[in-house]
């Protein structure tokens, strides 16, 4: 017998269109699983966005609710924005200042003491390159890691697949396509290292 080809999962059950997702295979984003599942996150976005830094009492358990794992003493300032949520984890002392979006259709991992600016886009989410997938609405995404002690300036754009050494810095505004090294420092569209 073979090997499962690329993208190819053999499981004992019928794959679901949430376990395509998650895995980075063509899914159907329509499935009734994966719509309760982005409405849950948007009630649970909604009541966490309503609150305040004062109300710390009330943030915890709905962070609890939407992010799939986080560490101690993780700050999230709203408005925060998730596709999903569950499929983001956090390290602990992670930062996220205002206004900042994850789509988290497969796996996005932030390691200890990373600062993200505000506006940041974290996009796990991507779309095929031929048409025909497009035309019947299949989507797909590529994970994104992030090391420990990144820094990561406001309005960055961080692409499907993409890895981020630790102790890495993204300047403000920049487009990363690719993986940045260990300690390396990138900015522009797209993101180059500087020297």
């Known amino acids: ?13 019928p794959i679901t269109e949430m376990e ?4 980075g295979a063509l899914y159907r984003p329509g499935d009734p699983e994966l719509v309760e599942a982005r ?3 948007q009630e649970l976005m909604a009541a966490y966005n309503a609150t305040t830094v004062s109300d710390i009492a009330k943030r915890a358990p709905i962070l609890d609710d939407l ?21 983001i984890h956090l390290g602990d002392d992670v930062f996220f200042n205002y206004g900042c979006t994850v789509l988290d ?20 989410a991507d779309h095929p390159r031929d048409e025909e997938s497009r035309a019947q609405f299949l989507e797909l995404g590529k994970p ?3 090391g420990a002690d990144v820094w990561i300036g406001g309005g960055a754009l961080i ?10 810095i993204v300047g403000a505004g920049a ?21």
């Not at 017998?1 to 053999?10: K, L």
């Not at 395509?20 to 895995?23: L, Q």
């Not at 692409?159 to 102790?167: A, H, K, Q, Y």
């Not at 990138?186 to 290292?193: E, I, L, M």
């Open 1 to 13: 017998m073979g090997q499962p080809g690329a993208g190819e999962i053999r499981m004992s059950h």
């Open 20 to 23: 395509k997702m998650v895995s």
């Open 39 to 41: 409405a849950r996150a």
């Open 67 to 87: 992010i799939g794992s986080r560490g101690k003493d993780c700050s999230i300032r709203a408005p925060f924005y998730v596709d999903y949520g569950s499929n």
């Open 105 to 124: 259709i497969c796996p996005v991992t932030i390691g200890d003491r990373t600062q993200i600016g505000p506006m940041t886009q974290l996009l796990a």
């Open 144 to 146: 994104i890691t992030i």
């Open 159 to 168: 692409l499907p697949g993409v890895t981020i050494g630790n102790g890495a």
């Open 175 to 195: 487009v990363v396509t690719r993986d940045v090294a260990e300690g390396q420092t990138v900015a522009g569209n797209p993101a180059r290292p500087l020297r």
